[in-house]
């Protein structure tokens, strides 16, 4: 078996001070492209991934998610945390027979969120939530994968959301979780409530307004910075509103200040 030491020891010496951009890539070509760009590490994204398989966040299988993290791994050489969803089952022994087979394809991290995908009951009993956490840090073992664990309860519009937040991620912290993420916030006041409750331990924020900068991000104490589905939106974004004009109106102005094949090519030719 290959050996990830070095990935993995790189990823966890970033999250010992200051605050680093964690962005998300949906596939290959993107992972290298942001690579190019000096990214230190990446993570993937479940709905970036899913959607570039015609698939809604959430129904990609798990075997295609375990194949596309190790494609990440092997092809950009960095290190890589993985969106590896509720763990793909309920239990904590699925859990940590899942994250068994997710720290072997070489990712460097990986986040166990406690949504449960029920829209009646979208969160797992916290007592659950908390045995979950402790399986997938005993699967990980002396592996060095980094555990991130997620609180969905702003995501799911959970009434205390904050509180709920609080009390969550401080028994995901005592239970080995390495890194704590809340995602959905982006208020300064919110951010620095979670920041404070789950220290020295890092925050994870997703970030996906556009009146924030690194720097203001930096300030609330917030260690990890990722960007979830938001760069995979913006593809999106750009390839449907050229194909509409095409549609809409015969214009092809959407083809307007692109990137050149040349320039495509010399990024993913062998050097």
Known sequence: MADFTALRNAFRKLHESGCFVMPNPWDIGSALYLRHLGFRALASTSSGFAWTRGLADGAAPRDSVLGHLADLVRTTELPINADFEHGYAPDPDGVAENVRMCVATGVAGLSIEDSTGDDAKPLFDFSLAVERIKAAREAIGSSGVLLTARAECFLVKHPKALDESIRRLQAYSAAGADVLYAPGPQDPETIKALVAAVAPKPFNMLVFSKG?????????????????????????TGFAQAAKRIVESGDFSGFDHLMTGVELNGLFSPK
Not at 212 to 236: E, H, K, N, P
């Open 212 to 236: 924030l900068r690194v720097a203001d991000v930096a300030a609330l104490g917030v260690r990890r910075i990722s960007t979830g589905g938001a760069l995979a939106r913006s593809a999106w």
